[in-house]
């Protein structure tokens, strides 16, 4: 069965405590890898695509890798407003949906 | 550009009434999907329409769900009866290009629906 499980379910931080959130996952022929990042009320904003083993992105404090079972999104001494829910996705080969984890809850205390 | 719009933004129904969910997606954008999430659960894809056309609606749960998209632009999710299970926040998402994996999908802010 297609899957994708994110860990930890939450996370809280030191300002300037560097971690790294997991997604790990299993499908058959995978298009792509996003990220997104969600606020309380909001929908989930898109932060990155990976589309192969190996490949890295990049965006302020946040760096997004790829392997061939789980993808790592690390956060550079983060501050309070990366406080957020990050959401991972994949689409697969077959169709256009995304599957998605359940996501991992940071917070980030001054 | 203004983003994915949704409304209502909340919505509270009695068992076996009918809500009707609105999507206005980025102009421009063929493709529309639907998704929800339910208390505790993940997000479930629901459906994906390109221009006025269903390309995808196998995630939708049971013959209660009705989507539709008028002369290809805004989108609606009408949910007639409603039961207790079908409480969630449901999102509306559009993109330009189907899969458009480099820029991701452009996601409403959602309709946060409980059924009493």
């Known amino acids: 069965e297609d899957q994708v499980t994110q860990s930890p379910e939450a996370l809280r931080l030191q300002e300037g405590e560097s971690s790294s959130l997991n997604c790990s996952y299993t499908v058959s022929g995978l298009r792509g890898l996003f990220w997104y990042r969600q606020d309380p009320g909001k929908g989930p904003e898109f932060l990155f695509t990976?589309?192969?083993?190996?490949e890295e992105k990049e965006k302020e404090r946040l760096k997004a890798t790829l392997t061939k079972k789980e993808s790592f999104l690390h956060i550079t001494a983060p501050k309070p407003e990366d406080s957020a829910t990050y959401l991972c996705?994949?689409?697969?080969?077959?169709?256009?949906?995304?599957?998605w984890g359940a996501g991992t809850k940071l917070i980030i205390k001054p | 550009e203004a983003g994915v719009t949704q409304f209502p933004s909340h919505s509270v129904i009695e068992k076996g009434q009918t809500v009707t969910l609105r999507c206005d997606p980025i102009s421009g954008h063929d493709n529309l999907y639907w998704y929800r999430r339910v208390m505790g659960k993940e997000i479930k894809f629901l459906l994906h329409f390109v221009k006025e056309s269903k390309q995808d609606e196998s995630g939708m749960p049971n013959n209660r769900f009705l989507a539709e998209r008028t002369g290809g632009t805004y989108s609606t999710l009408k949910v007639q009866p409603a039961e207790l299970e079908d409480s969630g926040v449901y999102f509306c998402?559009?993109?330009?290009?189907?899969?458009?994996?480099?820029?991701?999908?452009?996601f409403g802010s959602g309709t946060r629906l409980t059924v009493v």
């Open positions: 996705a994949v689409r697969m080969d077959s169709n256009y949906q995304l599957i």
């Open positions: 990976l589309y192969s083993a190996g």
């Open positions: 998402a559009s993109s330009q290009v189907a899969g458009t994996a480099h820029y991701g999908y452009t």
